[in-house]
């Protein structure tokens, strides 16, 4: 197995997001996290950029211990010597110098020749040679220049001392077929090209960029360059969790390796995103919160089975606990089953299956149910089996300036239907009036409470109310999304434990419910 040298540059590129700033403690933070996930090289920064930078690697250089500590620098004596003096202090230093040789930049940023910019690549690398054994040389652009002077800037490179030569696709231009054949042809055609080591930097603007790292691999480079999360200028650039677990995933294709501690990935991931305040996507490929997440009923019936029906590599490995089956609404029962047993609920067949109707009720409402979702209804419903009254529809009529009406219909265990409108001072006020004057009931509502019992937008509401007749009192409970019909449904299981309370003490009182 070949290695792959893993060269991070979170601290560098990933900084230069819009709008991410890490000052020195957070810079080392990440540092100390890069050690523990086995990254080879990493870019702490930019010296040249501002006194901070400068401290900030200085810093990075001074703490690491388990790693090469690199310095980014234009082609430029300042940034050369800025570097150097952020670095001095690392026990293996190395210098990343860069400089544009694409016709485009050549042209309109550096406004140089191909002999100029030959001439100043070469007299910076050689200017660093006093201070550096290792010297990475950077051609920006090097996606859109010219292959034949791609191999005469490498040529160049590697007489003046460089001990890498990184091909960076600056702009994510490219697609894999063409960024693997420069890896070729600079192998192929470059006179002491296995002096050094090639390394791929790539950027995402097309969505490419890890799969171009890795058509760089399948070609020959010996280091891929990235970021932890993928972040970076524009668009970001490659994951480097992506590429070690392509690389772990696939060894059976790749026949190549990087000593990356896989089991540190999610805590890398998590402390990135903490520290420069970048989300990941939940549906970022390793680290995304829904990549080890199932949804559908045939997906989860396939995981439950077995796992490698729809996972292809195993959430431990990133060092998470374990993949997440999500209740939603393409759920199945074998998941709920799952659910309502870790949740240690044990259903009958007939429960079950009403609970299920339940679940995909609240499910067409919620983007996602929650066990607390879950609890919530099963304990309102599966263990309240004997209704007396069921609440079938009610509608509101509210504005303003007008009297709140409620119109309610509730079915009885026998099936008679009872349909009553009445007014009140308010919706919830409106919808108890109908509801006593539909079930006929006479009670005394002594406490209404309500309360957010999920999060986020689709929460559901929970209603507690305590209702009283001849001295005989009870709580209900009801839980919606909309806190009006959460409000009913407290109301008629109040109404439902009176009755039971009362026929277990008088017998039924069946005879005062106005039929419709
Ligand atoms: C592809 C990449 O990611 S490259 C890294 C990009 N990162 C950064 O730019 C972050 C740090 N940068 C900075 O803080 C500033 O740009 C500095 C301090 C480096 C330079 O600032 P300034 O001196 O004000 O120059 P400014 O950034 O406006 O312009 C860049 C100059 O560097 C030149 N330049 C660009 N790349 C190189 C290079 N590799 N080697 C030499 N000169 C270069 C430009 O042609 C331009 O020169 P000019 O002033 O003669 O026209
Ligand atoms: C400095 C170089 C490697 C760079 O970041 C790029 O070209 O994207």
């Known amino acids: 197995m070949r290695k792959i040298y893993l060269f991070d540059t979170t601290l560098?590129?990933?900084?230069?997001?819009?709008?991410?700033?890490?000052?020195?403690?957070?810079?080392?933070?990440?540092?100390?996290?890069?050690?523990?996930?086995?990254?080879?090289?990493?870019?702490?920064g930019f010296p040249a950029a501002s006194p901070g930078d400068l401290a900030a690697v200085n810093a990075v250089a001074k703490a690491v211990k388990n790693a090469t500590v690199v310095g980014l620098a234009r082609s430029r004596v300042q940034d050369i010597d800025a570097a150097y003096e952020a670095l001095?202090?690392?026990?293996?230093?190395?210098?990343?110098?860069?400089?544009?040789?694409?016709?485009?930049?050549?042209?309109?940023?550096?406004?140089?020749?191909k002999e100029q910019m030959l001439e100043a690549a070469e007299a910076a690398i050689k200017y660093a040679g006093?201070?550096?054994?290792?010297?990475?040389?950077?051609?920006?652009?090097?996606?859109?220049?010219?292959?034949?002077?791609?191999?005469?800037?490498?040529?160049m490179a590697i007489k003046a001392g460089a001990t890498v030569v990184n091909i960076p696709d600056t702009v994510g231009y490219l697609y894999p077929a063409e960024f693997g054949n420069i890896f070729k042809t600079l192998?192929?055609?470059?006179?002491?090209?296995?002096?050094?080591?090639?390394?791929?930097?790539?950027?995402?603007?097309?969505?490419?960029?890890?799969?171009?790292?890795?058509?760089?691999?399948?070609?020959?480079?010996?280091?891929?360059?990235?970021?932890?999360?993928?972040?970076?200028?524009?668009?970001?650039?490659?994951?480097?969790?992506?590429?070690?677990?392509s690389l772990e995933t696939r060894q059976d294709f790749f026949q190549a390796k990087s000593t990356m501690v896989l089991s540190e990935?999610?805590?890398?991931?998590?402390?990135?995103?903490?520290?420069?305040?970048?989300?990941?996507?939940g549906n970022k490929a390793i680290v995304g919160a829904n990549a080890f997440a199932h949804e559908s009923g045939i997906h989860q019936d396939g995981m439950?089975?077995?796992?490698t029906t729809y996972e292809i590599m195993s959430p431990e490995t990133i060092g998470l606990k374990e993949s997440k089956l999500v209740l939603g609404k393409h759920s199945g029962r074998h998941a709920f089953r799952e659910k309502l047993i870790d949740l240690g609920y044990e259903l009958s067949d007939e429960q079950l299956n009403i609970a299920f109707s339940k679940f995909k009720d609240l499910a067409d409402k919620k983007k996602e149910v929650s066990d607390e979702d879950i609890r919530a209804f099963i304990e309102e419903k599966i263990v309240d089996t004997q209704e007396i009254f069921s609440l079938q529809t009610i509608y509101v009529t509210y504005g303003n300036e007008a009297t709140p009406t409620a119109k309610v219909r509730i079915v009885t265990h026998e099936g008679d239907v009872l349909e009553q409108e009445a007014e009140g001072n308010g919706s919830v006020d409106a919808i108890y009036n109908a509801i006593d004057k539909a079930t006929g009931e006479e009670v005394v509502?002594?406490?209404?409470?309500?309360?957010?019992?999920?999060?986020?937008?689709?929460?559901?509401?929970?209603?507690?109310?305590?209702?009283?007749?001849?001295?005989?009192?009870?709580?209900?409970?009801?839980?919606?999304?909309?806190?009006?019909?959460?409000?009913?449904?407290?109301?008629?299981?109040?109404?439902?434990?009176?009755?039971?309370?009362?026929q277990l003490n008088n017998g039924s009182r069946r005879d005062k419910i106005g039929l419709v």
């Open 12 to 44: 560098r590129d990933g900084e230069q997001s819009p709008g991410v700033n890490l000052n020195t403690k957070e810079k080392l933070e990440i540092a100390h996290q890069l050690e523990r996930l086995g990254i080879d090289r990493m870019e702490a």
């Open 88 to 113: 001095k202090d690392a026990e293996d230093p190395c210098l990343h110098l860069f400089l544009a040789s694409s016709p485009i930049h050549r042209q309109h940023k550096l406004r140089m020749t």
């Open 130 to 155: 006093k201070y550096f054994t290792k010297i990475q040389f950077s051609p920006e652009d090097a996606g859109r220049t010219e292959l034949d002077f791609l191999c005469q800037v490498t040529d």
């Open 187 to 245: 192998k192929e055609q470059v006179p002491g090209i296995e002096k050094i080591q090639l390394s791929a930097h790539c950027h995402d603007d097309l969505g490419m960029a890890t799969a171009n790292a890795l058509a760089a691999v399948l070609n020959g480079a010996d280091q891929v360059e990235g970021t932890i999360n993928g972040i970076g200028e524009r668009a970001g650039n490659t994951a480097l969790e992506e590429v070690a677990m």
């Open 265 to 281: 990935i999610a805590r890398s991931s998590r402390l990135v995103s903490k520290l420069t305040g970048m989300v990941v996507p």
């Open 304 to 307: 439950l089975k077995e796992k």
């Open 445 to 502: 509502l002594s406490d209404y409470s309500i309360k957010s019992v999920t999060h986020g937008k689709d929460a559901q509401g929970e209603v507690h109310v305590v209702m009283s007749q001849d001295e005989v009192a009870v709580q209900g409970r009801g839980v919606s999304t909309d806190i009006l019909e959460a409000s009913a449904r407290a109301y008629v299981d109040a109404l439902n434990r009176l009755i039971e309370k009362r």
